[in-house]
């Protein structure tokens, strides 16, 4: 079974600051990686998405890199703005199986200080 | 870009009650997904249609059921709500089984 971690739970930094958000995944079969945002009492806002042919991403401010042979991708968040804070999930589509197969992170929980 | 609307933000429905959230998406996406979502669990999905008239049991269906009648709309329905089924729901879409999702807005039912 896919099990996807997301450390830290939660991160604080005054704003300015580049940071990382990590996702962790068990499973390296993966079809694709996907990155969210979520406000608070709101839905999932897309990101990024990866593919697993590919090895990163950009969008912005924002840069996702995608190891398949470690498990591991990241969120790279350039000059962090107060408008930054959120929580920013991560969703694994595994290779194999049916349209279930995917896992989402619990997230991480950002705060961007003034 | 592809919107998908959940007709209501909030609902506060009394244990019992039939209730029914909506989902719509305007960009003729093949796949349509119902989670929940509470705090320490995470996203579970609950059912998922991948054509009209189709729907998949996603990890936790018992409670709920599904409609799709037409391709642009998913609809949930909790027969008898519950209050361990007050929670964050989640309407997705993607055009293919393996594309990304986009999400509504969500709906946070209270059931009392």
């Known amino acids: 079974k896919q099990e996807v971690t997301q450390i830290p739970a939660a991160l604080s930094v005054p704003e300015g600051e580049n940071l990382v958000l990590n996702c962790s995944f068990t499973?390296?079969?993966?079809?694709?990686l996907q990155w969210f945002r979520q406000d608070p009492g709101k839905g999932l806002t897309s990101l990024l998405l990866?593919?697993?042919?590919?090895r990163e991403q950009t969008s912005g401010r924002l840069n996702a890199s995608l190891d398949k042979s470690s498990g591991r991708s990241t969120l790279y968040i350039a000059a962090s703005q107060p408008g930054d804070s959120a929580t920013y999930l991560c969703?694994?589509?595994?290779?194999?199986?049916?349209?279930?197969?995917?896992?989402f992170g619990i997230g991480t929980k950002l705060q961007v200080i003034p | 870009d592809v919107k998908v609307t959940q007709s209501s933000r909030y609902l506060v429905k009394r244990t019992g009650e039939k209730v029914f959230l909506e989902c719509v998406q305007d960009?003729?996406?093949?796949?349509m997904f119902w989670y929940r979502q509470d705090p320490g669990l995470g996203l579970r999905l609950i059912y998922f249609?991948?054509?009209?008239?189709?729907?998949e049991k996603g990890d936790i269906p018992e409670g709920y059921s599904v409609s799709r009648e037409k391709k642009e709309r998913f609809s949930l329905i909790l027969e008898s709500a519950s209050t361990n089924q007050t929670s964050m729901y989640l309407c997705?879409?993607?055009?293919?089984?393996?594309?990304?999702?986009?999400f509504g807005s969500g709906t946070r039912l209270t059931v009392v």
């Open positions: 997705a879409s993607s055009l293919r089984a393996w594309d990304g999702y986009t």
């Open positions: 499973d390296s079969a993966i079809y694709n």
């Open positions: 990866i593919q697993s042919s590919q």
């Open positions: 969703a694994v589509r595994l290779r194999s199986g049916g349209y279930q197969k995917v896992t």
């Open positions: 960009m003729d996406h093949e796949n």
């Open positions: 249609s991948y054509d009209v008239k189709m729907k």
